[in-house]
């Protein structure tokens, strides 16, 4: 298990995860992690020998930590490219709206614009907390 191969699958794969997956996704690995230090002792007696797992156990554990945390990341920088894709569409409506009109077509598309500006920002509201939800995961 290659924590950094696993989530560049995931963020490779053509249909993307959303975050509900990815947050599922997360909560399995941190049960697993859990289930392994439980059940995988720290010492293993055969016959004579006594084997240290100790280590095993360490190692696993940081796998399962790292890629916890490659999948927290991957919300992260969902969480940031739609933030910029809100405010991209912020400063596309703010250059709109500050283009001075040269002729009355100009003037008239403005004044359409304007007055479908509180549907647009409605459905910015929507995706805003959408995304203010996915920081609250992260």
């Known amino acids: 298990m290659d924590p950094d191969e696993f989530t560049r699958k995931i ?3 053509d249909n993307a ?9 997360i909560a399995q690995t941190i049960e697993k992690e859990k289930i392994m230090r439980e059940n ?3 010492n293993i007696q055969v016959s004579v020998f006594e084997i240290s797992c ?5 190692f696993l554990s940081e796998k399962y930590q790292n890629l916890t945390k490659n999948l927290i990341d991957m919300i992260a920088k969902k969480a940031k490219s739609e933030a910029q894709a809100i405010f991209s569409r912020f400063q596309m409506m703010e250059l709109k709206l500050k283009d001075i009109p040269k ?5 008239t598309d403005i004044k359409d614009y304007i007055a479908s500006m509180p549907m647009e920002m409605e459905k910015l509201k929507i995706e805003m907390t ?3 939800d996915i920081y609250k995961i992260v």
Do not use: G, S, Y
């Open 54 to 58: 100790k280590e095993m156990k360490e």
């Open 130 to 132: 959408k995304c203010f």
């Open 40 to 42: 995988l002792p720290e």
């Open 103 to 107: 002729d009355i077509e100009k003037l």
């Open 11 to 13: 963020e490779m794969d």
């Open 17 to 25: 995860w959303e975050v509900e997956q990815i947050q599922a996704e």
